[in-house]
């Protein structure tokens, strides 16, 4: 495998990764919510909680993944602010 078509088959692994890691957040704890809303007969009442968590812990493992694969962004980032004609122009004066 060269070298260009194994960095787009990491990429499309990533991407699936997170959207694997977001959509079995969500529907593992919205599925625990209305297993346990069925077992103490309370209505929706878990099955809101859970699906709450369920968002959140999504979102924290997207946020942990971009982290873990992203870490030399910021430095990229800050080397493109500094670059004296990526600068606002001064205001011109009336």
């Known amino acids: 495998m060269d070298q260009e078509t194994r ?3 990491m990429q499309m692994a990533f991407a699936s990764s997170i959207g694997i890691a977001m959509i079995l957040a969500v529907f593992g704890c919205l ?3 209305t297993y346990l809303d069925k077992k ?3 209505g929706h009442v878990f099955t809101v909680i859970f699906l709450f968590i369920g968002l959140a812990a999504g979102f924290r493992n997207l946020y942990v993944l971009i982290q873990k694969n992203f ?3 910021e430095t990229i980032i800050k080397s493109l602010k500094s670059e004296p004609h990526r600068q606002r122009p001064v205001p011109k004066k009336d």
């Open 40 to 42: 103490f007969d309370s």
């Open 31 to 33: 599925l625990l919510g």
């Open 71 to 73: 870490t030399d962004e």
């Open 7 to 9: 960095k787009y088959a």
